[in-house]
């Protein structure tokens, strides 16, 4: 399932977005190609590295860290989407974030969950690429 996050937000993009994505990201300073690869090498390779081993301890000392941490994603959303597309985010983080949960809890690990975080943020990346490179659906 995460590795459908891109192509189904990149398929939904034209549909969803408040903001022109390319001139969102010229705003970060993200206007080239490398830029892009940039951040995406950091969203799809560090970035899930991170937020696992941040969010894991939280979310064994609470349920409402799930919620939380889907809470968080919309800080950088809420520019690009518009209130019912958040909705769906905030449900659909928060149920990523118990997945992920559940199979560190089996696994003993956070591999297999940073692994499939890489999976969804590098989707996602592709999508944005795509789009700001002017491929549509």
Known sequence: PCALAGPVVWLLLPHITLADLAGWLA??????????????????????????????????????????????????????LPWPWLAVCLVVLTAASILWSRLTERTGTLAPATFFHMAADLGLGAAAYLWVSGARP
């Open 27 to 80: 705003g970060y300073g993200v206007t080239t190609p490398l830029g892009m690869l940039a951040l995406a090498l950091y969203y799809g390779a560090l970035h899930p590295v991170l937020e696992q081993r941040h969010w894991d301890p939280l979310r064994r000392a609470t349920p409402w860290a799930h919620v939380a941490f889907a809470a968080y994603h919309l800080l950088v959303l809420h520019a690009l």
